[in-house]
């Protein structure tokens, strides 16, 4: 009971959270930015934000599944797997792009189907169950495909898509110069996603079911619709992230990759204030901590800083951010 | 008191092994607050998840309104009206106070949901009430006190004509108790029935028009609360029937050394001032009823849980303890009510498990003496008389009273001589009952010391050569086996 009355204070302290991480963004922003001349430049800025869209997209998913009180480890290998097998449809089955996208994106939502059987039906835990999707992803890419496979180049006719998210302008002097135009779908999922978190009852009832299941059952929610419904958010981001990925990537698609990502998202989604242990997050806060994640992965070799200290970084803020959480936890308990 | 309004009559159910309700009859009037009483165990709780579809009964009418029904779920009894306040609540602490309130019958505007609204209808159940919450606050930031506000205005916004409160009280403040009576009182103004379970008599003399006393599954007796004492109520809960012959007398020698001293503890709200001293091949037993404090005396001596204040002697030196490592250092050893989670491994055999607490003993270099480790074990499976075929079984396909055994033998090999027994013979059958007594009244004639939380009355008289009664976190008696009786203990583990 005195635990209870300790907690008075947490609401309040989820916002200051907030505003620190905003403040992290700006600070780490300006601090590169100030060493690097490289850094304030605007091609570095482009490149920055190809990593962030599909970054972002696959966090998005992932912060409904953390609120939730489960986990999605099958995005990264996911996003790829099904990018690698829209892009098989377009060249080696000729369909036309948007097919592809369509393919790309129907992926990602039966492997949603497919994690959310998983946990809600099958009770199977979070963690375990899309390990094991993790696992199956990251081989199905290649079995389907057989091998690399490319996405139409944007000189090609059916190069379009890459428009999308990189639009190219002539600009006065005649020279083709990219507009990162890819933020404007972004801005759209945040808005809509926190829309359906906060106001609506997909989100209300898996805040509820991360905050207290057995609670939420008594209360007459279906636990298993709504708790699978956050693993198909969740599928369904990572095909969006599929089709970002590969309007950002201009080699081949190799099968296989995408490993980590996953992690890295979930790290976004811890420092943007999402609770490891369940019905705390916003999709703005992920927004922000992904922010920083690519902040520092862009910024950190420009001051000298290569992969190495990049990774050391990463894992201290996330140790920091993590801290937060339990702390915060500590309090409730 | 208007007319019935719920009726239950002859209930019985039995689960395997236990008959947990025998004929059990209870009427509810309007506009009247029922007491539903008993020791722990007495299927107060069972009787009411009868009621409201958790169990199905297997024989007995309940009639509701004139009808007889028979409800499914809690859904189902929750729509005709029955709504249960429980006492561990059923709260989403991340939502807000309305969205708690009206989760799973969101105010819609078009697709989204209408949080304002929300927010207006709870302040207006709240209004109905008199109290003051804010329905946007973040449900986590609240007292329990007002928690369970919040869930009593969830009940009443179901409609609820029959509102049951499963212990309301025993996590409340002083005032917040004010505030709920003076809810019920509103809520019997307005003709609703209202069952109310407690072990406070005070309590009951305030708030209730009748009480109705349950005893080992059955039927005792409903007396009206204003012409009754609460030595009659207390003589009702216990009965006259004693199951087990008490121990007459102490068995300790009276020049017997302290070998513990537990000097004004204080750990939490459970644990306050408790002061005791334990002599050598001595059973201290510890009664009271649930939530009164005993295992969290328990764990805070034994360092399992952190102390506020107080001093811990053991053989009369000053000893810190701050961590169960700490406790078994100096000779105390705990097994815990709960076996199953803090006792055993169950996984694993019955010599890796007893040798569990004192591995640094059965080490040569770095692995593990298997040769020194079976020995010891054999040992303690022979002096014990565990039942098992042998010592490599693993603990998993044993009894529960062998399973207890086994931790015995935990703690024995590491020497310890002082054991926490903390209900030694919780969901063991009864022959297996009697050999844990035997060997327990053994320890203390070798020199060991025990002390010994119960909930069972007789377990407690019938072993212990004194007793400490704890109630709501405080000792209220400290009474000589010579002199204990049932009625002497009842009405110490209900003195507020």
């Known amino acids: ?333 | 008191m208007g007319e019935v309004i719920l009726t239950m009559k002859g209930i019985d159910k039995s689960f395997p092994g236990v008959h947990a309700l025998d004929h059990v009859d209870l009427e509810v009037c309007r506009g009247e607050v029922h007491a539903l009483m008993g020791e722990n165990g007495a299927g107060k709780s069972t009787l009411m998840k009868v009621l409201t579809g958790i169990y199905s009964k297997d024989s007995g009418t309940i009639t509701y309104e004139g009808r007889e029904v028979e409800f499914q779920n809690p859904r189902e009894a929750q729509e005709a009206g029955i709504v249960i306040v429980h006492q561990e609540l059923n709260m989403m602490n991340h939502l807000t106070v309305a969205q708690n309130i009206f989760i799973g019958r969101e105010y819609m505007k078009g697709f989204l949901i209408d949080d304002a609204r929300m927010n207006l209808e709870a302040k207006k159940l709240f209004d109905q009430l008199g109290i003051d919450i804010n329905p946007a606050e973040k449900m986590g930031n609240l007292t329990v006190g007002k928690q369970q506000m919040c869930e009593i205005a969830k009940a009443i916004s179901h409609e609820a004509k029959v509102i049951i409160f499963d212990e309301p009280s025993a996590a409340l403040t002083e005032a917040e108790i004010e505030e709920l009576f003076k809810i019920i009182r509103d809520l019997r103004a307005k003709q609703m029935g209202i069952v109310y379970i407690s072990h406070r008599m005070d309590e009951i003399k305030v708030i209730t028009d009748r009480v109705t006393v349950m005893r080992d599954g059955s039927y005792v007796g409903t007396l009206i609360t204003k012409d009754c004492t609460k030595d009659d109520i207390v003589n009702m809960m216990v009965g006259r029937v004693i199951y087990e012959e008490p121990k007459t007398h102490s068995m300790v020698a009276p020049d017997a050394p302290v070998v513990l001293k537990v000097d004004h503890l204080n750990a939490g709200k459970l644990v306050q001032d408790v002061s005791f001293e334990l002599r050598k091949g001595e059973i201290l037993g510890f009664s009271g009823l649930m939530g009164a404090g005993r295992t969290e005396t328990a764990r805070a001596i034994f360092g399992a849980d952190p102390k506020e204040s107080g001093d811990i002697y053991v053989n009369g030196e000053k000893v810190e303890i701050n961590s169960p490592q700490d406790a078994v250092k100096h000779g105390i050893g705990y097994l815990s009510e709960d076996r199953k989670r803090y006792g055993i491994v169950v996984g694993k055999t019955i010599a890796e498990n007893s040798t569990l607490a004192s591995l640094e003993d059965f080490v040569k270099g770095r692995l593990i003496d298997r040769k020194k480790e079976r020995d010891a074990t054999q040992k303690y499976v022979d002096r014990l008389r565990t039942k098992t075929p042998g010592i490599d079984q693993l603990v998993i396909n044993l009894s529960g009273g062998n399973q207890q055994k086994v931790v015995i033998a935990k703690w024995l090999v590491r020497n310890c001589d002082i054991l926490i027994f903390d209900e030694p013979t919780r969901g063991i059958d009864v022959g297996a009952k009697s050999e844990i007594y035997h060997l327990m009244s053994e320890l203390a004639a070798e020199g060991k010391s025990i002390i010994m939380i119960s909930s069972e009355m007789p377990e407690v008289l019938r072993m212990s050569d004194r007793i400490i009664v704890m109630c709501e976190g405080r000792k209220t008696a400290e009474i000589d086996i010579a002199d204990a009786t049932q009625e002497k203990i009842m009405h110490a583990a209900t003195l507020r």
């Not at chain 1, 599909?54 to 099904?82: E, H, K, P, Q, R």
């Not at chain 1, 929610?221 to 992230?241: C, D, P, T």
Request: hydrophobic fraction near 50%; aromatic fraction near 10%; charge should be positive.
């Open chain 1, 1 to 333: 009971m005195q635990n209870t009355r300790l907690s008075g204070n947490s609401s309040r302290k989820f916002d200051l959270q907030r505003i620190v991480v905003l403040a992290v963004v700006i600070v780490l922003a300006a601090v590169f930015s100030i060493f690097s001349r490289d850094f304030r430049k605007f091609s570095t800025v482009v490149t920055l934000l190809d990593s962030f869209y599909y970054f972002c997209f696959i966090a998005i998913g992932v912060t409904f599944c953390l609120i939730s009180g489960g986990n999605d480890l099958s995005v990264g290998t996911g996003m790829v797997c099904y990018a690698l097998i829209g892009g098989f449809c377009i060249t080696k089955l000729g369909l036309p792009t948007w097919a592809g996208m369509l393919v790309t994106i129907a992926c990602g939502l039966v492997f949603g189907v497919l994690n959310g059987f998983l946990v809600s039906v099958m009770n199977l835990p979070a963690f375990i169950a899309t390990l094991c999707t993790m696992l199956i992803t990251r081989g199905l890419g290649s079995v389907v495909c057989g091998g690399a496979v490319n996405w139409p180049a944007r000189s090609s006719p059916n190069g379009w898509f890459r428009n999308l998210f990189k639009l190219m302008v002539l600009n006065s002097s005649g020279k083709k110069t990219p507009v990162p135009v890819g933020v404007i779908p972004i801005l759209l999922a945040v808005i809509i996603m926190s829309l359906i978190l906060n106001k609506t009852r997909i989100g209300r009832y898996i805040i509820a079911i991360g905050s207290n299941k057995e609670a939420a059952r008594l209360s007459g929610v279906n636990v298993v619709k709504y708790q699978m419904s956050a693993y198909i958010i969740s599928g369904f981001f990572a095909g969006l992230a599929g089709i970002a990925y590969v309007c950002a990537t201009t080699s081949s698609i190799t099968p296989g990759s995408g490993a980590g990502l996953e992690l890295d998202a979930i790290g976004g989604a811890i420092i943007g204030g999402t609770s490891m242990t369940g019905g705390v997050g916003s999709v703005f806060g992920t927004l922000l901590g992904i922010l920083i994640l690519t902040l520092l992965k862009n910024g950190l070799p420009k001051i000298g800083l290569g992969q190495d200290w990049q990774n050391i970084i990463t894992g201290l803020v996330l140790i920091f951010a993590i801290y937060i959480d339990v702390l915060k936890n500590r309090k409730k308990a």
